[in-house]
Nanobody, 113 residues
Framework: QVELVESGGGLVQAGGSLTLSCAASRIQLSINDMGWYRQAPGKQRELVARILSAGSTNYADSVKGRFTISRDNAKNTVYLQMSSLKPEDTGVYYC???????WGKGTLVTVSS
């Protein structure tokens, strides 16, 4: 059974940084398009960043220049480096092999003002 496990969330002050990790089992991340999504309280889940199997990346406009998605093929892990965090970045962050519809359970990021 495919498993994606997010970690690295927590409470941080505005302007701070966090790095999220998504460790995968029974799925090879290097050949799959992967994404980080987030869901803020009372809002729909939205795409934050994605990295395609070929390595190209794209980002939501709201996080461009502040977030970086990357992949470590040897560790079969995808990362999301987040800096200059804002209160509006608060939410549950999910890692997903979205084409195959595999998702982790999420990790909570709370940014205080």
């Amino acid at each position: 059974q495919v498993e994606l496990v997010e970690s690295g969330g927590g409470l941080v002050q505005a302007g701070g940084s966090l790095t999220l990790s998504c460790a995968a089992s029974r799925i090879q991340l290097s050949i799959n398009d992967m994404g980080w999504y987030r869901q803020a309280p009372g809002k729909q889940r939205e795409l934050v960043a994605r990295i395609l199997s070929a390595g190209s990346t794209n980002y939501a406009d709201s996080v461009k220049g502040r977030f970086t998605i990357s992949r470590d093929n040897a560790k079969n892990t995808v990362y999301l480096q987040m800096s200059s965090l804002k209160p509006e970045d608060t939410g549950v962050y999910y890692c997903g092999a979205y084409v195959l519809n595999y998702w982790g359970k999420g990790t909570l990021v709370t940014v205080s003002s």
